[in-house]
């Protein structure tokens, strides 16, 4: 709670961090490291990524096969292996910003910009590509509009929707037609995202769409589909980002820059934003939210965040999970069940999905204060449990005050203690205030150190 106000942070409750770094709270009775990454095979630059993958299928389009998007190329990859065929990686003729892809009425389709507008193309199962399927499609056909993001989506009422500035284009499979001002919003928005829930549709939108250190008013414009005008309208005071529907529930990413954690999760309830999380980093686009053991996850700051309960009877919880990769991050998705995420250097590209335990992890409890009229605070003990070593497995503890002073020191592992399951410290040390860190950058890749409760116990003297 509150982690960005202070370092040593003693806002909250006594089960609560002050900071962490890719840890894994999935398991409510758990402490460890979060998940690492593994590449896909031809998941690299000197295979056949050249791209950052921007939008990526949720779901998988057939078994074991899904498809994603970045610059001027179409990919086919599985949970296993980026595509490396004759057919796959498509080059997009004249794209330079792939954006987004979806699949709808047994095709996929695509969208994304080029020098000076966009389009969207088509796919046929049997790897017949139409780059320029929307602006030569034979009724109607036109171009997007250049340089803003193109969210699809396959609507629950079986229609595709992209977004196109201020407009909201679409296209009836059914019937064959496409329309390029289906819905016509104010002219100074621009679209972020799409959802379907409830039987209706939910358009993000700026206004206006600029980035940085300038406020923005945003708006969700809620439609049935077929009425003229939308139905209605919720406001934000800030910039979206994206939004996400959960179990029915349409939550929404958001930015306020006249705060420090103005980076917001919350959901909609009426026609308002019920807050539920907040987060530093950076906002989440369309294709940066997806979800994993029933939580929400996102990108924000080249980190990957976390929020929600794997258990009914559990309450929600924020954590940062994992890394998302390079510096400069792409789309994240989990057609397979294991989240996949796309990264670069602007140099290196990776499609990468969670795998084993990353090492370079800690967690650090909140600031307690031990002080008391006329007493002097004394720790005599620490009792760490956690789950049954394994070789190669360690963490590291630091008992430290709110000077930055290291207080006492130790360390659980595999090599000294052998498979435990419990460890007794002595610190003998005096403290005005402590907290406890965590560090496993010793620890392993495949066996980690999961920590179920740490006891600390101590007295006072006059």
């Known amino acids: 709670p509150a982690f960005w106000t202070t370092t040593y942070n003693s806002y909250g409750n006594k089960n609560q961090a002050s900071d962490m770094k890719n840890i894994d709270l999935t398991s409510p009775t758990l402490i460890t490291q979060g998940p690492g990454l593994a590449n896909l095979i031809n998941g690299t630059q000197d295979d056949v990524i050249t791209s950052n993958i921007k939008g990526m299928l949720e779901y998988a389009q057939a078994s074991d096969v899904s498809f994603g998007i970045g610059g001027s190329r179409l990919y086919k990859f599985s949970s296993t292996t980026v595509a490396s065929t004759i057919d796959f990686p498509h080059i997009i003729s004249n794209a330079i910003d792939g954006q987004d892809v979806a699949y709808y009425r047994g095709k996929v389709y695509y969208s994304y910009n080029k020098a000076s507008s966009g389009d969207i193309g088509q796919l046929t199962l049997s790897a017949m590509f139409d780059d320029d399927w929307g602006s030569t499609h034979t009724t109607t056909g036109f171009s997007l509009q250049g340089g803003v993001p193109h969210p699809l989506l396959a609507a629950g009422n079986d229609m ?19 329309t390029e001002q289906d819905l016509i919003l104010a002219e100074d928005v621009i679209i972020q995202d799409l959802a379907w829930a409830n039987n209706r549709l939910w358009i993000a939108t700026n206004k206006p769409g600029i980035s940085g250190a300038n406020k923005n008013i945003a708006s969700i414009y809620i439609w049935d589909g077929n009425s003229p005008s939308w139905d209605e309208e919720v406001v934000v005071m800030g910039r979206i980002g994206a939004i996400f529907v959960k179990a029915g529930t349409v939550f929404v990413f958001y930015e306020d820059i006249t705060s420090t954690g103005g980076f917001k999760l919350g959901y909609i309830s009426g026609l308002q934003i019920v807050d539920v999380a907040q987060f530093t980093g950076s906002l989440p686009e369309f294709y940066q939210v997806t979800e994993y053991k029933n939580l929400i996850i996102w990108i924000s700051g080249g980190k990957i965040w976390a929020w929600g309960s794997v258990d009914k009877d559990v309450p929600a919880s924020l954590f940062q999970i994992a890394s998302a990769g390079y510096a400069t991050t792409g789309g994240i998705s989990c057609p397979f069940g294991t989240p996949i995420v796309s990264s670069t250097d602007s140099k290196n590209y990776r499609l990468a999905k969670f795998s084993g335990y990353e090492v370079s992890c800690y967690w650090y409890s909140m600031n307690f204060d031990a002080t008391g009229m006329f007493r002097r605070s004394f ?30 020191t130790g360390t659980i592992s595999f090599a000294t203690d052998g498979a435990i399951t419990t460890k007794d410290f002595y610190p003998n040390c005096e403290a005005e205030n402590f907290r406890i860190e965590l560090n496993w950058t010793n620890g392993s890749a495949t066996n980690p150190v999961a920590i179920r409760s740490i006891r600390v116990e101590g007295h006072y003297l006059k």
């Open 160 to 178: 595709l929707y992209c977004g196109n500035k201020n407009y909201l284009s679409s296209y009836d499979g059914m019937n064959d037609v496409i």
């Open 379 to 408: 720790i005599d003990k620490l009792k760490i449990n956690f789950e049954k070593l394994a070789t190669g497995a360690r963490v590291d503890y630091t008992l430290k005050d709110n000077k930055g002073t290291s207080l006492k």
